[in-house]
């Protein structure tokens, strides 16, 4: 509890301080910093004391609500998300300091002080145990991140972002309104504990429906993801970072508070499974042609919150088939890949967003080169690149592993309809990573090898070390956790038994014991690592006893050009033609040649969201060009503003009258 109130003291004093100290910006940054780095520090170590078998607390606020008093509490769910909350929040701190040093100063202390908010903001989510708590502090993360997402609001694209971001936000807030009114509107109890009875006994499909969607846009599941791709895109990379790794969770939480308050459903579980394999498929096939570096990798969290999902509902199916087996192990792969996301996504964004800051640009047929020239950012992109991808020996792997374990091993166990099922999804589930591979061979090839598109890419140089350790950081924490996974699974325990009870943990433990699969993973992958060090030092060695400078054969080019290699488009195209279907690949605008000495021609390729592009903007233009003609109401005269005001009254009063007593 002293842990928690001095990590929130900080971060509410590295928000106020700052801005106290408007007229000297220097110092408000450097406030902003400490407060945020040792807040978010001090909170990590009480996260990870709960995670260790500490008991939680539920505490009432020196407060009273309009419905009762208002409580906040901490558990084994909200210490795991707190995890990486904390972690990429003091990373982010850091890094953003430096990012932000080449804006005004203006901006950069209101993007410090206003980080320091969000995560405040989001600590409050974690820690809410009423519905209201939990709304006021959900409002507050929405409304910061928008404002952290527009730092950079002179441009079209930042403000068309964060105008969908918005919509979209309080699209998911008006249904989180309905399943808190549904399940504590009749006994006028918005506790958690009271939600949680009512729950178990109330209409499930609706109270699912409302979960998915409230929750569901903020995670960015399938088909609510559209405000994802646009906002990451736009945001400042260590706001991109954090959203990715952090904000998308907190929709990921709130499915898995709701699943432990309903009972084991057969097709709730189907319903996870279905939604999880297709947004992963949907979000790296999208991810696979993007020109823009961070629009790309936002596409990419569509396809790491599939598998998330994916997992979870592998795990409800397991309950609901009585296999203790299939439960524990869709379970772990989606806590897993809660923490392996953040880190590996975290560490992506950031790597774009040191390329950007010494490019000026996201654009991959731009880049190219960078490798030689910002070698510490390039092996981060690089690592996080084959761990995003599920590729051995990183983290990603380790996550995926479990469930191909949990498909095979536990979905096989189901009978013959639904073992076919899971051999399926496994197939699906390959598909999802051959094209992860293809889509991250791609990104990483063409902006960090050959030769520079540009002129600002043959001029990059390696960033300051405010946004080069962040990437460090992250690297090793991806390595570890692959080379460690055993240490990382016992932290899960208690949640584990949370959510599934004691009989889903004691089938998970013989994998992680001496012999068990997971530690003679572990043991493979870190002698995996151990090979790799031995190979890269004895190559750094003999390296070092030949000549420095050498003639090579080149083809017979002089000097290899950009216009040589493959741009990012064609790269994609040979992938994008042969694999997607046609309506998720980009539109091409193809010129034909004509005659024997043709003119120049131009070719381009629109890469938009097929759900936007096909689906929800269409649907708003219809519905707004219907609104539209409402507007006589609009009359600007107070007079008849007061005259709507007097009719509702009257009208509430005469439905009050008639069917109050009902």
Known sequence: MIELAVSVSLLLAGTLVPLLLWTTPVWAR?????????????????ALRLLAGDEGFVAPLPFTLAFGSASIGIDALSAFFLVPLFVLGALCTVYGYGYLQSHPSGQAVVGGAFFNLLILSMVGVLLARDAVVFLIAWELMTVTSYALMTLDHGEAEVRRAGFVYLIAGHLGVVALLGLFLTLGG?????????????????????????????FGVKAGLVPLYVWLPEAHAAAPSHISAFMSGVLVKMGVYGILRMLGWLPPLAWLGYLLVGLGILGALLGIALALYQRDMKRSFAYSTVENVGLIVLGLGLAEVGQVHHQPLLSALGLAAALLHVWNHATMKGLLFLGAGSILHSTGSKDLEKLGGLLKRMPWTGAAIMGGAVAVAGLPPLNGFVSEFFLYDALLT????????LGLLAVLVAGGLALVGGLAALTFLRVSGIALLGEPRSEASAKAHESSSWMVAPLVVLMSVCLLISVFPVAVLEMFESVMRGQLGAEALAAFAPLVEAKGAVTMLSRCLGAVWLALLVAGLGTWLWIGRVPTSVITWSCGYLKPTARMQYTASSFAELFTELLLPKRLRPRAQPVLVKWSFPAPTRYSARHEDPLTRGFYEPFFVRWADRFSHLRWLQQGVLNAYLFYILAAVVLAMAWVSLFGGH
Not at 30 to 46: D, E, H, K, Q, Y
């Open 186 to 214: 009749p006994t006028a109890s918005f506790g958690f504990a009271a939600m949680a009875k009512a729950a178990a006994q109330g209409p499930a499909p609706f109270i699912v429906a409302l979960t998915l969607v409230g």
């Open 30 to 46: 450097r406030v902003a910093l400490i407060c945020g780095v040792s807040g978010s520090l001090t909170g990590l170590a009480l």
């Open 410 to 417: 536990g979905g096989l166990s189901l009978g013959r309809f």
